[in-house]
């Protein structure tokens, strides 16, 4: 009795949810997207206060427009794309490095779109099939907590952080979903090859690196953080978002590593088959003019990719003089992935 009496309650509460409550929920759904308006969805790992900055930019140009953004890791928006390709859901794909764009472009992810600035990136800051287009130019560095580790300590090239001294100091950020990490390690291999001819070697240095490294990070805004606590004194991370947490006064220094810095090259695309294709190049443009760059440049520290951006005009870390490290870009596209799986399987945590 009391069985039967639940389950009438259980069936009277779902056709009250069903006639009630779920037509409530949907009418919420499209208040919040705004009477009329037209949903862009846009899909990056660009951080919450500049993706909210340029969704409102936006908006204002365009009021018939809900722009929603979607601040996920590079690798995640790869995944995400793959698996919606019979029904695309993101409108713009806006954030990732060249490497992790071209796997897209090659997946058939991705819509071809020339941008009318294209003439001003250069060669190899784009795809050849007009798939993607570069945004910006972020070197890598290493970080240390300036309040804890004097300047003159400070290691000043990649092979000094495998000195012992700094076993249990280091703390890097998770290596498998981040472009930043996948990038500094696939460079640390690559170096290596002209002698080694073979991952051998660099496999060698990420194992040393292992055996130094305390803990794993989830994230950059986290690996700052912990850096600036004093919770480790070293890393290696991109540039720009060390100097954005400088700016939120955590105390963190960086060098450029003297032997060079791999430099990766970060872009947009337009989703192949998304239901907005002109107000996503629209979009496209809108964040790539020059009076957009530059105000990334000046609020989110974001190196333009533009070449007709004056350096003049860019904030004065900007205009530093950084030493590329030279590295085969289509042997690190090809090869990245397995080299991160074989990282994870064999070299993690191994010690």
Not at 33 to 62: D, M, Q
Not at 91 to 106: H, N, P, Q, R, Y
Not at 309 to 314: A, F, G, M, V
Request: with cysteine; proline share 6%; glycine share 6%.
């Amino acid at each position: 009795m009391q069985a039967s009496l639940k389950h009438r309650h259980t069936r009277g509460f779902r056709r009250f949810f069903t006639f009630c409550l779920l037509p409530f929920a949907f009418c919420l759904f499209f208040v919040g997207c705004g009477p009329g308006k037209t949903v862009l969805l846009v899909y990056s790992p660009h951080g919450k206060e500049l993706l909210e900055e340029f969704e409102n930019r936006f908006e204002a140009t365009h009021p018939t427009v809900d722009v929603q953004c979607l601040d996920i890791a590079s690798q995640e928006i790869l995944n995400r794309l793959s698996q919606e390709r019979a029904n695309p859901q993101a409108d713009i794909w806006w954030g990732a490095s060249s490497l992790t764009f071209s796997v897209g472009a090659e997946a058939g992810l991705l819509e071809p779109y020339k941008p009318s600035w294209a003439a001003q990136v250069a060669d190899d800051a784009h795809d050849g099939k007009d798939r993607w287009y570069a945004t910006f130019q972020t070197p890598e560095v290493i970080v240390y907590n300036k309040e804890l580790l004097p300047e003159a300590e400070v290691p000043q090239d990649w092979d000094e952080l495998l000195n012992e001294r700094w076993k249990g100091k280091i703390l890097i950020r998770q290596p498998l979903q981040s472009d930043t990490m996948r990038t500094i390690f696939g460079a640390m291999i690559l170096r290596e090859w002209p002698t080694s001819h073979s991952p051998q070697k660099g496999f060698e240095w990420l194992k040393r690196l292992d055996a130094n490294t305390k803990d794993y990070v989830t994230d950059g805004t986290t690996l700052m953080q912990k850096i600036g606590r004093g919770e480790g004194l070293l890393s290696v991370w991109n540039m720009p978002d060390v100097v954005l947490h400088q700016r939120k006064n955590l105390p963190l220094g960086f060098v450029f590593p003297r032997s060079g810095t791999p430099i990766v090259t970060d872009g947009i695309a337009v989703v192949k088959g998304s239901r907005n294709q002109a107000l996503a190049r629209e979009f496209y443009e809108f964040v790539t003019t020059p009076e957009s760059l530059l105000h990334m440049a000046k609020t989110f520290d974001r190196v333009p990719a533009r070449k007709d951006i004056e350096k003049k005009d860019l904030p004065e870390w900007m205009r530093v003089e950084v030493k590329p490290m030279v590295l085969d870009s289509d042997m690190l596209r090809r090869e990245v992935k397995g080299w991160m799986q074989f990282w994870e399987g064999n070299i993690r945590g191994k010690r």
